[in-house]
């Protein structure tokens, strides 16, 4: 199986199964593909290149809290890349998905990982994760992330909610209609000075286009700091309106590595609740 989507064809295949699905179809289509072993739709094959990045410049805004690790979530994890990525780097992370086969997949994936780390890991040579260098611990649960059942698994005294919650392809995998659903959750699980860290793609599609991925150009800025449905067209995506959202953007940039699905489009926001 492939590691990477195939340019032409795979994302014609992925819109045509997802055709006609209303939202209580979403978590089913995708356990299709995975049980059909066609997550070659959306995996990558490595980490992302932009977080990786991130973490190892030691942001302002990411600060960890005294006398314990930081807590990140990646919702939609797929083979559980980013999650083994940030536990090498310290932290203690959940990964969640629909799919009973991928979170199988991704516990085994993680696990090779955490013994023998893959070079492309890590942006700096023999860079083990962060100052103390010690190795963060790792969870996936099966479940679906607007439901709060799961909440249990990862609630312990004195939980805020997440440090970090990290999203690249999990938006815009959703229906248009789930978007405001999507940063209200988001809103209630991170932590009061927790961050919202996302690598927005795809920002070179028409957001009339049909998907997933569904393209996702000025969304994040609606959704978030606007406090809008995140449904907008072309022809106001650069409106300007008054910012009513839960979040402040902290942090917006163009990371120097990417993915190449991003055709070099891609941008790296992190927001904080206000």
Not at 24 to 42: C, H, R
Not at 164 to 193: G, N, V
Not at 242 to 260: A, K, N, T
């Amino acid at each position: 199986m492939a590691d990477t989507p195939q340019p032409e064809q795979a994302p014609t295949r992925l819109i045509s199964h997802f055709l006609n699905r209303d939202r209580s179809n979403q978590s089913s289509g995708w356990t299709e593909l995975w049980d059909t072993d066609q997550s070659d739709f959306w995996d990558r094959g490595k980490p992302s290149p932009a977080l990786i990045d991130w973490i190892e410049s030691g942001p302002e805004v990411l600060r960890s809290p005294p006398n314990r690790r930081l807590k990140a979530l990646v919702p939609g994890c797929g083979k559980g890349y980013d999650v083994a990525m940030l536990a090498l780097h310290g932290l203690d992370v959940y990964g969640l998905d629909v799919s009973r086969k991928g979170i199988e997949t991704a516990r085994d994936f993680a696990a090779a990982e955490l013994k023998e780390p893959s070079p492309y890991n890590f942006a700096t040579e023999g860079n083990g994760g962060l100052a103390d260098n010690t190795i963060g611990s790792l969870k996936f649960i099966q479940t679906d992330f607007f439901q709060k059942d799961w909440e249990k698994e990862v609630t312990v005294d004195g939980f805020e909610g997440f440090d970090l919650i990290y999203d690249y392809t999990f938006l815009c995998a959703l229906p248009p209609e789930m978007r405001k659903d999507w940063a209200y959750r988001m809103s209630e699980l991170l932590a009061p000075s927790g961050v919202l860290a996302c690598l927005e793609f795809p920002l070179y599609k028409d957001l009339g286009a049909p998907g997933p991925p569904w393209g996702l150009k000025g969304v994040h800025w609606n959704l978030l700091a606007e406090g809008g449905d995140g449904m907008i067209g072309e022809e106001s995506a650069n409106d300007t309106r008054p910012l009513e959202g839960s979040f402040d953007r902290v942090v917006y940039f163009q990371p120097p590595r990417s993915y190449e699905n991003g055709k070099g489009t891609d941008m790296f926001s992190c927001w904080k609740l206000k």
